[in-house]
């Protein structure tokens, strides 16, 4: 029965672990895949299955990421041992064969079996082992001590073998340890007990099943030359099939009791353990499955359930985090293509859509690069063969162009593995990126910054309040769209801010100077400038935060449809010199700041702008300003800023519903009525004496070109006959002939 379940790694660890020098480089891209998809989903989902009917659950698809289940201890301790706990059976296979001979042989001496049960500790720590420890084992990756030598010996006793296969295994000579009776004794005995258990009918199954698994493997790696008739397998292959599949019964029980009685979230399986989430264990959990494992079955009856400490976790000091291609780091990398092309994938790729290579950095996430170029650019990049020669028994170096190769070993732009994406785009959370598509967002960079509760951040708050004119519900709003863009930069808030206020009053500092210090600089854009924003070039793409400095009616009227798409859309056209046009994801919010009356055409019902007038008391006040930009160069002030609006509670804020009234936009909604009835609205609130008085065509169309030009509206200059037959409809205009003449008249309506 197919087993599935959840790990919840550390989500801050998997952003940048696999780049830890202690993980091996032919194990980096799994670690990466599995952080990959633990930072995209929250969680790994893993499934496990048998190889055969009998024997371990297995991880099903470790071929292209890492689970739990088969990682490097010290890497399982980082990732997990802030989220989960460890549980695992004490001396799981001893306690196992102890229980399975006492149940089958009752009468069978397990004297030394039961003393090692019962006092491993001791009986390891008093073992004679004079060769020096700690030592590093390449095979295992880490630093091996004694007591870990000891306890293999006895790992390979259990299973059938001897203290020379120990030896052998970890190149121990004679005279490098001392072997006590007990070993003595305690060989001979696991002898005798994997003879008796190996032949016992009732384990006839496993054993069949195991053989069966085991021709399978050899006629798939060797073929027609594999010889079944020659087939003899050790029965320590047959004694540890037979306990990994006693071993996984008991943990699959226990897993199902956690869930079903315990309602303990169980996340990995560990073979003779598993793991559990944190944040649902209970103090009396360990005591609740000892007591069920005691009833299930006596095979089971010396197995012992603890929280097992995590293995030490890595150091994250030494994390190397390479910010960009350096052609010293390529040169200092181990001098194969497999680890040059590896070092040289951190930072390009091939992109399908538009064609072109791209190279990243840090200051600058996509340089695309147009085919030729870029081979132009590496031709310089070599790696080298070695190889002996068969005649001389001497080493060959060969200096290979890494990009090209040559006829009998092809470069990386031919190598069919190589890196490559459908198409580059930005998906900040909560926006999930496919596989296929190279996600160029990254964190924050306050991030980097240490969180002090502590810090003082009254002065921030303080700005705040004169940018909503100390209107309270505008300042709670304001705050909740600064919120949201930290919180969900993913998703649009599809409405744009609005500040007015005068010269020098620091109408532009919340969003250029503070956003800047909490999202950086490669997520902002600032200009005055709003054919950047609308041109045919302009690149938007990958920005969080637009700000448009001191907008003018006569940029932005004309633009006016332009300007509301901007504002919803969910995507843009991207035209870069030289690279095919193509779409991008769109969440960038916008914040114009102005100190004209009217800057953009705001109509009835509008719902893509929030509008605020400032106070301006602070207005050049160098003691104050200079106060504020002290607070927005200090990370540690902006980074308890940032938490303040991480902690804001938005879940049932709505953008567009929940913006408080205001008058400057009232007054904007006012100026910007259909231009022929503000018109006619104007000569009758301004002038009396135009009541009843006669007007040509050609003097009320004067008339209005002098009155818009006062509007600050921008260019609008309709022909004279188009005005005339739009303002005649309008109430307050009666339009009539007198001696074949045409003249328009205002009437007080």
């Known amino acids: 029965m197919p087993l599935q379940l959840t790990e919840y790694p550390d989500l801050d660890l998997c952003k940048n672990i696999y780049k ?29 299955e048998t190889k055969g009917t009998v024997g371990r659950f297995y991880p099903t698809n470790i071929k292209q990421r890492l689970t739990a289940t088969v990682m490097w201890r010290r890497l399982r301790a980082s990732l997990f041992s802030n989220t989960e706990y460890d549980i695992d059976i004490v001396n799981c296979h001893a306690c196992l064969m102890l229980g399975l001979v006492e149940k089958l042989y009752p009468n069978f001496d397990v004297k030394c079996l039961k003393q090692y049960t019962e006092n491993r500790e001791k009986i390891i720590n008093d073992f004679d082992l004079k060769k020096s420890c700690p030592f590093y084992s390449k095979d295992k990756g880490e630093t091996v001590t004694k007591k870990d030598i000891v306890k293999s010996l006895f790992n390979i006793m259990l299973y059938g073998g001897t203290v020379k296969t120990w030896a052998k295994e970890f190149n121990l000579l004679s005279s490098d340890y001392e072997i ?5 004794d305690f060989q001979t005995e696991i002898q005798a007990i994997v003879t008796v258990i190996t032949c016992n009918q009732l384990m006839k199954q496993n054993k069949n099943e195991y053989c069966k698994y085991y021709i399978e493997q050899k006629r798939t790696k060797y073929g027609d030359k594999y010889d079944e008739e020659k087939l003899n397998i050790a ?44 944040k649902n264990f209970k103090p009396e959990f360990i005591d609740n499955i000892n007591e069920y494992v005691s009833e299930i079955d006596d095979y089971f009856k010396y197995c012992k359930f603890i929280v097992k400490d995590f293995a030490e976790p890595l ?15 390529y040169k200092c990398t181990e001098d194969t293509y497999e680890t040059k092309r590896q070092y040289f994938e951190n930072f390009h790729f091939k992109l399908y859509n538009p064609p072109c290579m791209v190279k990243t950095s840090e200051s600058e996430p996509c340089q695309y690069i147009k085919m030729n170029l870029f081979g132009s ?76 509760n502590t810090a003082d951040t009254s002065i921030i708050y303080k700005h705040f309040d004169l940018v909503s004119n100390n209107d309270e519900n505008v300042k709670n709003y304001l705050l909740n769209w600064f919120a ?28 250029e100077d503070l956003m800047t210090a909490i999202i950086g600089k490669t997520k902002m854009m600032v200009t005055d400038k709003i054919d950047l924003l609308l041109g045919r070039f302009a690149d938007t793409r990958g920005k969080l935060l637009v ?26 056209e991207v035209e870069k010199k030289g690279i095919d046009a193509f779409t991008a994801t769109a969440f960038d919010r916008l914040i114009f700041t102005t100190n004209n009356e009217n800057p953009v055409p705001l109509e009835e019902g509008d719902r893509r702008w929030f509008v605020v007038s400032m106070d301006n008391s602070m207005k050049n006040n160098m003691e104050y300003f200079n106060a504020l930009h002290k607070a927005f160069e200090n990370s540690i002030v902006m980074r308890k800023f940032y938490q303040e609006l991480m902690d804001r509670d938005i879940d ?53 070109n002098e009155f818009w030009t006062t509007t600050g509206r921008g260019e609008f200059k309709p022909n004279q006959t188009k005005f005339l037959e739009m303002v005649k409809k309008r109430k307050g205009v009666v339009f009539t002939r007198i001696a074949n003449k045409r003249v328009y008249k205002f009437i007080d309506s």
């Not at 480089?25 to 995209?40: F, R, T």
């Not at 009227?557 to 969910?570: E, G, M, P």
């Open 547 to 572: 700000c448009l400095n001191e907008a003018k009616g006569k940029d932005t009227f004309n633009v006016d449809n332009l300007l509301k798409d901007y504002i919803t859309r969910a995507t843009c």
């Open 20 to 48: 830890h020098i202690e993980i091996w480089s032919q194990d980096k891209q799994k670690v990466k895949a599995y952080c990959d998809e633990a930072l995209q989903n929250g969680s790994v989902k893993v499934s496990y």
């Open 377 to 452: 650019m590496y031709s310089n990049l070599y790696h080298t063969k070695r190889w002996i020669d068969k005649k001389t028994n001497e080493e060959r170096t060969q200096e290979i162009s890494f990009l090209n190769g040559n006829k009998k070993e092809p470069g990386w732009v031919k190598d069919p593995d190589m890196r490559t994406y459908e198409r580059v785009d930005t998906f900040p959370p909560p926006l999930k990126c496919a596989s296929n598509i190279y996600n160029d967002w990254s964190e924050f960079p306050i991030l980097k910054t240490t969180l002090d």
């Open 484 to 511: 949201h863009m930290v919180q969900k930069p993913g998703i649009k808030s599809r409405v744009a801010l609005l500040i007015h206020g005068e010269q020098g009053s620091g109408k532009s500092t919340i969003g």
């Open 235 to 278: 029965s320590r292959k047959i004694i540890a099939s037979i306990l990994q599949d006693f071993e996984r019964q008991l943990i699959a029980k226990v897993i199902k009791y956690c869930g079903t009685e315990l309602k303990t979230t169980v996340t990995a399986y560990c073979y003779d353990g598993f793991q559990v989430l944190q």
């Open 652 to 704: 049932l804020w709505d953008p567009i519903n929940d913006r408080p009234k205001s008058e400057m936009a009232e007054s904007m909604i006012e100026m910007n009525k259909d231009p022929y009835t503000c018109f006619v609205a104007f000569m009758l609130e301004n002038y009396e004496e135009v009541i009843g008085k006669q007007y040509s065509g050609r003097d009320l169309y004067q008339k209005f």
């Open 315 to 329: 150091d994250m000091s030494k994390i190397v985090d390479n910010k960009h291609f350096n052609m010293i780091d």
């Open 180 to 184: 006590s009776q007990f070993v003595t």
